[in-house]
C-alpha cells in the first residue's frame, strides 16, 4: 500500500474528513474538518468523494514524501509549497513523483490548510469516520516519522485549479438568534451588531474568542442559566463579556448564555479568520439563512465543473513527458504544406 511519511510535522496536524453526526445525545459532537468546504474542494480537484480524510495542517504545514508517485491537492489557507524546491500554485492539484520533498510552509491568509491525496488517507476508521476528535480522546496529533497509509485511487487528472473562494478575509458574518437572544436588550444587541471584532489569538477547534473594545457583553439573568444543549456556531459570551464562536469540536452543553448563532455556511470565515482578523455579526432570519445554506450546497456541487486546467510554465514542468502534446498521426518526411494529389 502507498504510504505519506512525515518528515516533519507542524504544530497541530490532524486527519480530519466531514466528521461523525448522530452522538450528539452521547457527550460528542460532530468534530471533522474545522473548514469543510476545503474538503469539498480537494474533492473536486481529485475527482473523489468529499468525505475521504485529508490532513488538516494549523498555522502550518511541514515535509512530505510517498513512496509511489500521488496525486495531491491544496485546499484552505493558502501556504507556502513547494516540491524539491519547485513553487507550486494553492487551491490545485499536482502529481508528487515517488521519493521527492513536498514542503508546506506557513499559512499566508487563513488558519487552516488541507493536504489531500488520491483515494484519502486510509487510517483506522473510529465511528465511521477517520477524524481526529482531540476533545474526545479520538485520534492524536501527527508527529514527525509518522508513516500515513492511502487509499487505493481511482486515478484522474491533475493540474486543475479552483477559483478562491470568498471566505478568506470575509468579515460578515451572518447569525440566527439562539436560545438566549432575547435575554440580551435591544441596546445589548445592537451594539454587538455594529461592533467590529477581532479574532483573538485564543482560539482552536473548540471555540475562538472575539476580541474587542469598549465594554464587554451580558445579559441580567446569565448566572442562572441551566445548561442545555449546544452546537458549533453558537456564540457565548462568557463572564468576563467576551464572544466566543464554539467551534467543530465544541462541548454538546454549556450554561452561558448565547447572543447568536453562525450559520453553518459562514462558519468556515471564523474558522479561516487569523489573528487580528476583523469580522462583524449581522443578524438574519430563518428563511434567509436557509436560503443561503441552501446556495452554499448548491455551490459545493457545482465544484467539480467549476475546476480549470492549471497554467503552467512548461519550462518548470518535471512530469512534462507524461502530457500528450502532440494528437494524431504524422509523417516524419511528408511535406505539410503540399496538397494531396491522390
Not at 496536524?13 to 474538503?39: E, F, K, V
Not at 461592533?195 to 439573568?221: I, L, Q, S, V, Y
Not at 452554499?296 to 497554467?311: D, I, M, S, V, Y
Amino acid at each position: 500500500m502507498t504510504a505519506l511519511t512525515i518528515l516533519q510535522a507542524g504544530p497541530a496536524m490532524t486527519i480530519q474528513d466531514l466528521g461523525r453526526p448522530g452522538y450528539r445525545a452521547l457527550g460528542l459532537t460532530h468534530g471533522g474538518a474545522a473548514d469543510p468546504t476545503a474538503l469539498h474542494e480537494g474533492a473536486a480537484l481529485l475527482g473523489q468523494d468529499p468525505n475521504s480524510a485529508a490532513l488538516e495542517m494549523a498555522g502550518s504545514g511541514g515535509q512530505f514524501r510517498a513512496d509511489a508517485d500521488t496525486r495531491i491537492a491544496l485546499t484552505g489557507a493558502q501556504m507556502q509549497v513547494n516540491i524539491d524546491g519547485e513553487p507550486l500554485a494553492w487551491n490545485a492539484s499536482h502529481l508528487l513523483p515517488a521519493g521527492a520533498t513536498l514542503t508546506i510552509g506557513g499559512a499566508r491568509d487563513g488558519a487552516y490548510g488541507y493536504l489531500h491525496v488520491g483515494g484519502g488517507f486510509d487510517v483506522e476508521p473510529v465511528m465511521a469516520s477517520r477524524s481526529s476528535h482531540r476533545a474526545a480522546g479520538i485520534g492524536r496529533l501527527l508527529q514527525s516519522g509518522d508513516s500515513l497509509p492511502i487509499g487505493a485511487d481511482t486515478g484522474g487528472e491533475t493540474s486543475q485549479t479552483l477559483p478562491r473562494d470568498t471566505r478568506f478575509g470575509a468579515e460578515r458574518v451572518r447569525i440566527v438568534a439562539s436560545m438566549q437572544t432575547d435575554a440580551f436588550d435591544d441596546a445589548t444587541r445592537a451594539r454587538f451588531t455594529e461592533t467590529t471584532f477581532r479574532r483573538d489569538p485564543r482560539a482552536n477547534r473548540m471555540g475562538a474568542r472575539m476580541d474587542h473594545d469598549g465594554d464587554g457583553f451580558a445579559t441580567g439573568g446569565q448566572l442562572t442559566i441551566v445548561s442545555e444543549v449546544i452546537t458549533p456556531g453558537d456564540i457565548q459570551i462568557t463572564g468576563d463579556g467576551a464572544p466566543f464562536v464554539l467551534m467543530c469540536e465544541c462541548q454538546t452543553t454549556g450554561g452561558y448564555p448565547r447572543i447568536g448563532t453562525v450559520i453553518p455556511c459562514d462558519l468556515p470565515i471564523v474558522a479561516q479568520a487569523q489573528p487580528g482578523a476583523a469580522l462583524r455579526f449581522e443578524f438574519v432570519d430563518l428563511d434567509e439563512a436557509l436560503a443561503a445554506e441552501t446556495r452554499h450546497r448548491e455551490t459545493l456541487a457545482t465544484l467539480l465543473k467549476r475546476r480549470q486546467p492549471l497554467l503552467r510554465d512548461p519550462a518548470r514542468i518535471r512530469d512534462l513527458l507524461a502530457y500528450q502534446l502532440i494528437s494524431g498521426v504524422v509523417s516524419a518526411t511528408a511535406d505539410p504544406f503540399e496538397k494531396d494529389k491522390t
